[in-house]
């Protein structure tokens, strides 16, 4: 089944206390992104990756990190985690061909605490 | 640049009712148009999309929309809402020569019994 994978779904945890948050899919997708949701203000693009070791910020980089070693995963590492993180997460992947004019595939998403 | 304005951040229907969500764009090339519908504690699916030729597309659940060239507008509609269609839905472009969809700030449809 095409899918893209997110793990965690929930995590819960304190201020400054590192955590990776893994994306991945099996649709040989070039481009990944990550997406932050909070209520009022819809979806807000983090990072994206055109394609491995190729990474781009979004509309709302700061305080993230990502990295593309492997074409399948796209992981969403923040380095020390502040409560204004506290959102849900969302991982899209879609192809670059022409024939699939951007559909994005979405992720289930990561509800993230940080307390 | 592309941008998207989705008018209203909640839309409050009887069951039964016409749906009509609104979306504009704007795009300084032909766009790629999207609604993708998100679900309580799911992902965002893709609903419908208009890339070329007819432009009135349907998507699944009864839904489809209308791609109006001259009033930039790409509107979701459904001529009977069910309580199952309570979600929130968003609008998205790209123009194809950018492979970053934009997206809508998201409309929340909420369907009374």
């Known amino acids: 089944e095409a899918q893209v994978t997110q793990n965690p779904r929930y995590l819960i945890t304190v201020t400054g206390k590192k955590l990776t948050v893994t994306c991945s899919q099996n649709m040989n997708h070039e481009y990944m992104s990550w997406y932050r949701q909070d209520p009022g203000l819809g979806l807000r693009q983090i990072y994206y990756?055109?394609?491995?070791?190729?990474?781009d910020k979004g509309d709302v980089p700061e305080g993230y990190k990502v990295s593309r070693k492997e074409k399948r995963n796209f992981p969403l590492i923040l380095e020390s985690p502040s409560p204004n993180q506290t959102s849900l997460y969302f991982c899209?992947?879609?192809?670059?061909?022409?024939?699939?004019?951007?559909?994005?595939?979405f992720g289930p998403g990561t509800r993230l605490t940080v307390l | 640049a592309q941008s998207v304005t989705q008018l209203g951040s909640h839309v409050s229907v009887s069951e039964g009712a016409l749906v009509l969500l609104r979306c504009n764009y704007s795009?300084?090339?032909?766009?790629?148009l999207f609604w993708y519908v998100q679900y309580p504690n799911q992902g965002l699916q893709l609903l419908l999309k208009y890339t070329t030729g007819a432009t009135l597309v349907k998507g699944i659940n009864g839904f489809e929309a209308e791609f109006k060239k001259s009033e930039t507008s790409f509107h979701l509609t459904k001529p009977s809402a069910h309580m199952s269609d309570a979600a929130e839905y968003f609008c998205?472009?790209?123009?194809?020569?950018?492979?970053?969809?934009?997206f809508g700030r998201g409309t929340s449809l909420i369907v009374h019994p």
């Open positions: 990756s055109m394609n491995v070791e190729v990474t």
């Open positions: 899209a992947s879609s192809s670059v061909s022409m024939s699939s004019y951007n559909e994005q595939f």
């Open positions: 998205a472009v790209s123009d194809g020569g950018s492979y970053i969809p934009t």
């Open positions: 795009s300084s090339v032909p766009p790629y």
